[in-house]
């Protein structure tokens, strides 16, 4: 409750914000799958790899199979989680891109604490709808749940927590701005919701914009990821183009 464990005993309050972990049916086991990855770079520790859009990240009520980490675990072993083995961090189901993943706990723990200090670096592509006018901005205004829709998140000063993205603009087109992000902090939906809120909000996004180019997700893609590597401690640095779908929009937006 509001970010603290709190016994049995507590009574819920007006406007307290509850978390329950994603419940998994005990009886389900997550089974390994043999799929196709686009594994950027692996060794003994931990590897990164490029997730497709339309992929669900880790099994949830509704997505047992067919997720990035039944493919993972068909692939190779990973840190020791019920329901995200391996899974440091997060993009949502309709965003590409890079991922960090640990095959041991103590890994799994040190890349944990990298993240939570800030010391992960992450970049995003993102085609936004609008021309942005300035070159660069950052967006620092907190994320919490939308009152009015549970299952969205909202630019909010109600049990919320900080949040910010720096943006650069790298071209604009007519109707368009193609901008890389830059997570200072990482929320849920943190850039789709930054976006809807300075009024450009991401092209095809289904929740916090339009979708007007049918199945492929909103046009955001994890692209460049720089971390310090748990046991080496050399400072790695790892980037991946954006799908082809995502290229193919884009050249729509550049014939306008």
């Known amino acids: 409750v509001n970010d603290k464990k709190i016994k049995s005993s507590y009574v819920v309050r007006c406007d307290d914000e509850i978390k329950v972990n994603d419940i998994i049916n005990e009886d389900t086991e997550i089974k390994p799958e043999k799929m196709d990855l686009d594994i950027v770079y692996e060794d003994e520790y931990l590897l990164v790899v490029n997730k497709p859009s339309g992929m669900v990240v880790h ?35 309709d965003t590409s891109g890079l ?44 994320i919490g749940r939308d009152p009015s829709d549970r299952k969205k998140m909202c630019v909010t000063s109600t049990n919320s927590k900080d949040a910010i993205t720096h943006f650069r603009v790298l071209e604009r087109y007519k109707n368009a701005s193609l901008i890389e992000c830059e997570l200072e902090t990482g929320r849920t939906h943190q850039i789709r919701v930054h976006m809807k809120y300075i009024n450009h909000p991401v092209i095809n996004d289904p929740v916090y914009g339009k979708n007007n180019h049918g199945k492929f997700g909103q ?7 720089t971390f310090t ?11 991946c183009e ?15």
């Open 59 to 93: 099994p949830a009520l509704g997505h047992y199979t067919n997720t990035l980490v039944n493919g993972l675990m068909y692939h190779t072993s990973l840190s020791n989680d019920n329901i995200r083995p391996g899974i440091v961090h997060r993009i949502d189901k």
């Open 99 to 142: 991922l960090l993943v640990a095959k041991n706990d103590d890994v799994h723990v040190l890349l944990s604490e990298e993240l939570k200090l800030r010391k992960v670096n992450r970049k995003y592509l993102a085609l936004v709808y609008g021309v942005i006018n300035n070159d660069t901005g950052t967006i620092d205004a907190p």
């Open 219 to 225: 046009l955001l893609h994890a692209k460049e990821i």
């Open 229 to 239: 590597h748990p046991t080496t401690k050399e400072v790695m640095t790892f980037s």
């Open 242 to 256: 954006v799908p082809e779908e995502f290229n193919k929009i884009l050249e729509e937006y550049k014939e306008e």
